[in-house]
Structure formats: structure tokens, C-alpha cells
């Protein structure tokens, strides 16, 4: 329909905000899963993992703010084009660590990876499932770990651009 189409697939002019949305879909996974259950503490667990999840959400979102003034863009390809002598890594070293803290408590990996209180002893959204539910919980958070390097590489490592190579 005269729209260019590369590997990347289509690229919109907001596509950063694209993937800040989809993200957040995350949340009422959680929220459902946990009500779903019908067990309070369930449910509790799942609010305090969807609150985590927003606050998360929220100093990733911030830390890109530096990346996107750099790039003057919103768009994925373009901000990848802009990193083509430097990638941002190197001048945005403190938002690449925030940003990457950030990912690691949102994709629950150690030490953001206890969604359950201390004094609980359930495991806090998924304490009624087992089996093919269970399963579903952790292949999600698994295509989150994928999605979030990916956008990772994309924002800060120069994408699928050599920076040395021009």
C-alpha cells in the first residue's frame, strides 16, 4: 500500500511508544491472573507485582528521555540511524544502566525476581496455578527478557548497525 517494509517490518513515527504500550499490557495479566484465582493473598501478590511492574515502567520510560533527544526522533530506525558514529551507550552510560536495572526488575530476574512479601509464604500471582497456566506465566515473562534486550540493542547498542562501520 506504498509503505516501505524492511526486516524491521513496518516503522511507525511513534514506534517507542509502541513498545511502551504493549508492555504495559503486562499488567492486567497479572491483575487477572491473580483475581482469577480466587484466593485473597493471590490477589494481593498480584497488585504488588503489577505496582512493581508500573514503577518499573516508569524509570525505563524516563531513562530513554536523553536517547530520544539525542535522536530527535520517536522512531525505532531512526534512532538507530542516529547512532551510526557513536552508539548511545557511551554519552547515555548512566540512562543505559538505569534503563538495564530497570529490565532486570521488570522481567524478574535476580534480585527484583521475589514478587511475594516476606512475611507471605505463597508465591505471590501464580500461587493457584500449575501445569499449563504456570507454564504461560513464565513464557511471558521469557518473551518480556526477548522483547526488552531487543529494545535494548535498539535504543542504546546502535540496533543492527556496525557504529565503526560507515
Known amino acids: 500500500f506504498g509503505t516501505q517494509v524492511g526486516l524491521y517490518g513496518i516503522d511507525p513515527s511513534v514506534g517507542i511508544l509502541y513498545a511502551f504500550a504493549f508492555g504495559a499490557i503486562a499488567f492486567y495479566g497479572l491483575m487477572l491472573g491473580g483475581w482469577a484465582s480466587g484466593s485473597k493473598y493471590s490477589f494481593l501478590g498480584s497488585m504488588r507485582g503489577a505496582a512493581q511492574l508500573i514503577s518499573y515502567e516508569v524509570a525505563q520510560g524516563l531513562s530513554l528521555a536523553g536517547v530520544i533527544m539525542m535522536a530527535g526522533s520517536l522512531s525505532l530506525t531512526e534512532i538507530v540511524q542516529a547512532q551510526s558514529h557513536l552508539p548511545y ?26 514478587t511475594e512479601a516476606d512475611a507471605e509464604l505463597v508465591g505471590g500471582y501464580n500461587t493457584e496455578y500449575s501445569g499449563g497456566r504456570f507454564a504461560s506465566y513464565y513464557a511471558a515473562e521469557y ?14 547498542l546502535a540496533g543492527w548497525q556496525l557504529p565503526w562501520v560507515n
Not at 532486570?104 to 535476580?110: D, S
Not at 518473551?143 to 542504546?156: E, G
Request: hydrophobic fraction near 60%; glycine fraction near 2%.
Open 89 to 114: 551507550v557511551i554519552p547515555q552510560f548512566i540512562g543505559f544502566i538505569i534503563f538495564v536495572t530497570a529490565a532486570f526488575a521488570e522481567t524478574n530476574r535476580p534480585p527484583f525476581d521475589l
Open 143 to 156: 518473551l518480556n527478557v526477548i522483547v526488552v534486550s531487543a529494545i535494548t540493542a535498539t535504543l542504546f
